[in-house]
């Protein structure tokens, strides 16, 4: 199993400094500079506790009593809330009681080394609560992010898992409580990658769904029709899905809308979140291309119809699709061959009877 644990623990380590460097490079992000910090910490934190569990699977370093390890430990819980709290609550805006929840860091300090670990994943567990009761929430936006919502609640059942080990750790030897530990982060890991890139913009679908979830309908003096009239005109005829800088500030903009009442007409009219719809819309317009220009490049379409980068244009319509944009067109250009084909039989058919 040491050998498990250390695959599990390099793959960690790998992917948190992936992860921080996508988002860094990463142009337009739904996030504020408070959760992303909160976010970058977390990763950091995460590593830290593997690269503690590194050294004691390597070299048998009694790691689990470290200040260093404790101090990590203890910044999990709040880094997690200071990231999430802006995708699941709906009121961004912070207030004196959020200054509570970095009261574990002078926590760890204070209690006696007996009642470290179990006092960390105790209040471990209320943050799971605390997400367990957010997840809970968004249930009647289930329809809209049926897959989202499961990659969360698989991240849920792995908390779950981890607290349960934590709660055990004086009936385990130390080194089995490390290697299962290190386990459970890098399935989190490979958890948290796969669902980003399986949905890239789960941050922006998931903190629309909690605005749609809290928000009081704020359409009762609009002219939905003439709304609704004028947006399949901005993306009919203007196309203004093409633009990759296209956000809901301006879609809004454009619509003589609040930002919050386009979220919700979208939400209510077309069952989905903003940045899905967009996402549909470019990617109708690539399947349209794909077939109508056989010689353009799968690239040059993705980023004509708004997509910011190959990665993006691909993830997104094997999201929407189900398989890869070369092979939609492989898949359609067969059979608008087929069906050439046999109108041109049929008029070679029609034209021998004429003659006869």
């Not at 949905?199 to 009081?216: G, H, N």
């Not at 005829?237 to 879609?251: A, I, P």
């Amino acid at each position: 199993m040491s050998i498990v644990a250390l695959l599990f623990i390099g793959f960690s380590l790998g992917t948190a400094v992936l992860l921080i460097i996508g988002n860094l490079l990463q142009q337009q992000n739904a996030l504020r500079c408070t959760s992303k910090a909160a976010g970058f910490l977390l990763l950091l934190g995460l590593a830290g506790i593997q690269s503690v569990h590194l050294y004691s699977v390597q070299y048998g370093f009694d790691g689990l009593h470290s200040s260093v390890y404790v101090a990590l430990l203890y910044a999990i819980a709040p880094s997690f809330y200071f990231y999430s709290r802006q995708l699941l609550i709906a009121d961004s805006h912070y207030s004196w009681r959020d200054v509570l929840h970095t009261l574990p860091l002078l926590l760890c300090w204070l209690l006696s080394s007996q009642w470290t670990l179990p006092t960390a994943f105790l209040i471990g567990s209320g943050y799971v609560l605390w997400l367990a009761q957010a997840v809970y929430f968004l249930r009647a936006q289930r329809q809209r992010f049926r897959l989202e919502l499961l990659a969360l609640g698989t991240l849920f059942a792995i908390a779950i898992a981890v607290l349960v080990l934590g709660f055990i750790v004086p009936l385990l030897d130390a080194q089995d409580f490390i290697i299962a530990y290190s386990i459970l982060i890098g399935c989190a890991f490979f958890a948290v990658t796969l669902t980003l890139l399986r949905f890239p913009s789960i941050t922006a679908d998931v903190s629309e769904a909690v605005q749609a979830a809290y928000t009081l309908s704020t359409l009762k003096n609009i002219d939905k029709a003439a709304v609704l009239l004028k947006l399949d005109t901005l993306m009919q005829q203007d196309k203004l899905y093409t633009l990759d800088n296209l956000n809901l500030e301006l879609l809004a903009e454009q619509l003589a809308l609040s930002q919050h009442q386009l979220s919700e007409l979208i939400n209510t009219e077309f069952q989905q979140s903003f940045s899905r719809y967009i996402r549909e819309q470019r990617i109708n317009e690539a399947k349209r291309l794909l077939i109508a220009e056989p010689n353009a490049s799968v690239l040059s379409i993705g980023l004509s119809v708004g997509f910011s980068s190959q990665s993006n244009f691909y993830a997104a319509f094997r999201d929407i699709v189900g398989m890869p944009p070369a092979q939609y067109r492989k898949n359609h250009g067969d059979l608008r061959a087929t069906v050439l084909k046999i109108k041109l039989n049929r008029r070679n058919l029609a034209a021998i009877l004429i003659d006869v």
